[in-house]
């Protein structure tokens, strides 16, 4: 079946700091890929996506690029602020926007002042 | 805008009692919604998808008869864990895809089940 890989957390780094966490997956079909973050007390939010290969997602400063080859979605920023403190999943779906996720077990990120 | 509440937050029951969870859209209409279990440090796993107006489509594994989904209305989902035990205590999150739109899920905060 499905299923998407994530790097185990937590994961500290220093304000300022470069940031990678990478997401490899498996699947059986063509998948659309994405990056969510929760911070504490709040529901998963949309950070990222991407639907076909070598597609760059990018938002708030964060970036990932589909990589068909590898079947990875490394999620980088340059430069992290505190503020990016939060829980990241990668996911993945096959099919339209009414199909399911399939999450990977998420990263908490720490970062210090 | 785009917002998805549940109620609520945190609940803790008997064991062989049931539990309701609302799932709601606020501010958009919603044909479809999911519903997914979380344990301790481990993913989201999709539990269903239910449409509004029909039967939910339960995912291999999930006892449909254990977990109860209605989708009546374009706003409402709800999720009825009956005759609950301890093995069901987990996190469980909605979300709703919104019928005109993005193509993108959004998510509830998630309910904390506790089974006695």
């Known amino acids: 079946g499905d299923s998407v890989t994530q790097m185990e957390g937590p994961v500290t780094l220093s304000e300022e700091a470069f940031l990678t966490i990478n997401c490899t997956y498996t699947?059986?079909?063509?998948?659309?890929l994405f990056w969510y973050v929760q911070y504490p007390g709040e529901g998963l939010q949309l950070l990222l996506k991407a639907t076909k290969a070598d597609d760059k997602g990018s938002n708030k400063g964060f970036e990932a690029t589909y990589r068909k080859e590898t079947t990875s979605f490394h999620l980088e920023k340059g430069s992290v602020q505190v503020s990016d403190s939060a829980v990241y999943f990668c996911a993945l779906r096959i099919g339209g926007g009414a199909d399911g996720l399939t999450f990977g077990k998420g990263t908490h990120l720490i970062i210090q002042p | 805008g785009a917002v998805v509440s549940q109620h609520p937050s945190w609940v803790i029951c008997k064991s062989g009692t049931s539990v309701k969870i609302e799932c709601r859209s606020l501010d958009f209409q919603a044909t479809t919604m999911f519903w997914y279990r979380q344990f301790p440090k481990q993913s989201l796993m999709l539990m269903a998808t239910s449409n509004e107006g029909s039967k939910a489509t339960y995912e291999q594994g999930v006892e449909k008869d254990k977990f109860l989904i209605n989708h009546a209305s374009l706003t409402l989902s709800t999720l009825t864990v009956t005759s609950a035990h301890p093995e069901d205590s987990s996190f469980y999150i909605c979300?709703?895809?919104?019928?005109?739109?993005?193509?993108?899920?959004?998510f509830g905060p998630g309910t904390r089940l506790t089974v006695l």
């Open positions: 979300s709703a895809f919104r019928t005109l739109g993005p193509d993108t899920q959004y």
């Open positions: 699947a059986t079909g063509y998948p659309s």
